[in-house]
Nanobody, 122 residues
Framework: QLQFVESGGDLVQPGGSLRLSCTAS????????IGWFRQAPGKEREGVSC????????HYTKAVEGRFTISRDNAKNTVHLQMNNLKPEDSAVYFC???????????????WGPGTEVTVSS
């Protein structure tokens, strides 16, 4: 079964940090640009950050610029999202999937994982 698998979500206090991981079941991530997306309760899914297949290009939505860093290790078939200085408005379920390229940060893959939940609260 082809699926993205997300992990690393947790409950954290405002100002805290988390590192999310995205890997794949049944295929390799290396050829694809990958994006992180999030969906908060009652809201539409939104793009957070995307990275090109060779890590040469990255994109961040304005709300997370300077706080989040996307990276990838193709040898380990993993894409990470380092999230620092977390805010309550970052609370959401985070998903990863394929995108056309880093600066075209919208999903094009029909495959989605279950997501990983991030809750930022004191």
């Amino acid at each position: 079964q082809l699926q993205f698998v997300e992990s690393g979500g947790d409950l954290v206090q405002p100002g805290g940090s988390l590192r999310l991981s995205c890997t794949a079941s049944g295929f390799t991530l290396a050829p694809y640009a990958i994006g992180w997306f999030r969906q908060a309760p009652g809201k539409e899914r939104e793009g957070v950050s995307c990275i090109s297949s060779n890590s040469g290009d990255t994109h961040y939505t304005k709300a997370v610029e300077g706080r989040f860093t996307i990276s990838r290790d193709n040898a380990k078939n993993t894409v990470h999202l380092q999230m620092n200085n977390l805010k309550p408005e970052d609370s959401a379920v985070y998903f990863c999937t394929a995108v056309p390229e880093a600066r075209l940060c919208f999903p094009v893959s029909p495959y989605w994982g279950p997501g990983t939940e991030v809750t930022v609260s004191s």
